[in-house]
């Protein structure tokens, strides 16, 4: 199940076209208006196709989603090889956003609820953070060959991106049925309407402040994350005179530094429990966004390399919190959708203020407002955490036994086992 999942995660997020496809798009004759507005529509369309897809893993099986979802993926990256124009690189675009929105929760619920299944749920961390790290090692391969590659044929990146997808379907048809007591992912909802698992989901979100609140923690890893790495990775290289030859080195260098953060979370001390080692990263993140404005071009380099190191540490241990905080029997891949939504949500309005800011060329006041306002985010997030009704929700699901597991769920013990910071937490615990 593992190996499956590492093959499924690396091949379907190895867009060979993801470093050319602005080049791409502006050699089909696209202005920036066209380029950037398709980017826009990608960001909407993901958010409202995120509960539509969970709530259909919920309800055919999360395997069949991921299925689903590679079909998907294939298709949507051969379009741009049939019409090369706006049409098609829109029409590329939402395919890739149902591709990935049938993934993003069922990936990982199906995981989570296979290694629970089999009371082997203490290797999730490591499994979620090395299937990230292999992918990210897999574009430091693969990226620097696009240029060559579409020398000796212009539309080889997105031909091998379809053929990744297809390696992708080949993995999700070869993943194992959930054994009895992994929570249903796998085998669906079979009864009731999308309306209902749709209501359930609200519910427990709504009944669990502790789920809300790890949620919104993770809105500012993923947000400062996103907006740094993909749409002012070069405008901060430019604006410390790094010429666009370098780009690529640099790009690689990061992706280096976040994979092995992201194979080896449980480098993070246990003296620290889960929940507050991703408010720290998220700190870290903001100071090095702010510290960008204060140096030259090497240590930029430098901060950038450190801001993904950062970012490669707090993802993994970040979905682990959340999918211990979704109580049992719950519609994981629709609460895992709801937390994408809100992600991508806060990212799309980032993504308009960013541009605001670099069309004003104010990219320093940018960087300075970005680490504030996660400053204060965190603040408050601090606030709720030690208050009374956040420490109920936080005992309740621990109480909660996991499937198929005598006494306290697997789930809950890695709550529990961090509620004061001192034991052997979700981190800590990891074998190895």
Not at 54 to 73: F, H, K, P, S
Not at 212 to 240: E, K, W, Y
């Amino acid at each position: 199940m593992i190996r499956l999942n590492y093959g499924f995660q690396l091949l379907f997020n190895l867009l060979w076209w993801m470093p050319v496809f602005y080049a791409y798009q502006k050699a089909a004759g696209l202005s920036d208006g066209q380029i950037f507005g398709i980017q826009s529509i990608y960001y909407v369309a993901f958010c409202l196709l995120e509960i539509p897809t969970g709530l259909i893993a919920d309800r055919i099986g999360t395997r069949n989603c991921l299925r689903a979802g590679a079909v998907v993926m294939t298709a949507a990256n051969l379009i741009p090889v049939v019409s090369a124009s706006y049409t098609g690189f829109l029409l590329h675009f939402l395919a890739i956003a149902a591709g990935r929105s049938l993934t993003s929760g069922a990936a990982s619920a199906y995981l989570y609820d296979g290694l629970r299944a089999e009371q082997c749920d203490e290797h999730y961390l490591r499994a979620e953070g090395t299937a990230r790290a292999l992918g990210l090692a897999a574009k430091v391969v693969c990226w620097p060959l696009v240029g060559p590659l579409m020398a000796l044929a212009h539309p080889a990146p997105y031909v091998l991106s379809a053929a990744s997808a297809a390696g992708s379907l080949v993995c999700a048809v070869l993943l194992p049925r959930l054994a009895k007591g992994g929570g249903g992912a796998d085998r669906g909802r079979r009864g009731g309407a999308f309306l209902r698992d749709a209501g359930t989901a609200l519910r427990c979100l709504a009944s669990s402040r502790w789920l809300a609140l790890v949620m919104v923690q993770g809105v500012a890893v993923f947000t400062l994350s996103r907006i740094c790495q993909v749409n002012l990775f070069q405008p901060i290289l430019l604006d410390h005179g790094i010429a666009e030859s370098s780009h690529g080195g640099v790009l690689a260098a990061m992706t280096v530094a976040e994979a092995v953060a992201s194979a080896r979370p449980q480098w993070l001390s246990r003296r620290l429990p889960p929940v507050a080692w991703v408010s720290v990263l998220s700190l870290a993140l903001a100071g090095t966004l702010a510290a960008m404005t204060l140096g030259g071009p090497w240590a930029v380099v430098g901060l950038l390399c450190l801001f993904a190191a950062a970012t490669g540490f707090a993802f993994p241990v970040q979905r682990k919190l959340v999918n211990d905080a979704v109580p049992a029997h719950a519609p994981r891949a629709t609460l895992l959708s709801v937390e994408s939504i809100v992600d991508r949500a806060v990212c799309a309005l980032a993504a308009i203020a960013a541009g605001a800011y670099l069309s004003a060329g104010r990219l320093d006041a940018l960087l300075w407002h970005s680490a504030l306002a996660t400053a204060v985010l965190l603040g408050v997030f601090q606030l709720l955490l030690r208050s009374g009704v956040v420490a109920r929700d936080r005992r309740k699901v621990q109480a909660v036994p996991a499937p198929g597991a005598d006494g306290a769920g697997a789930g809950g013990a890695d709550v529990a086992d961090t509620e004061d910071g001192g034991g052997a937490g979700a981190v800590g615990r990891l074998p190895g």
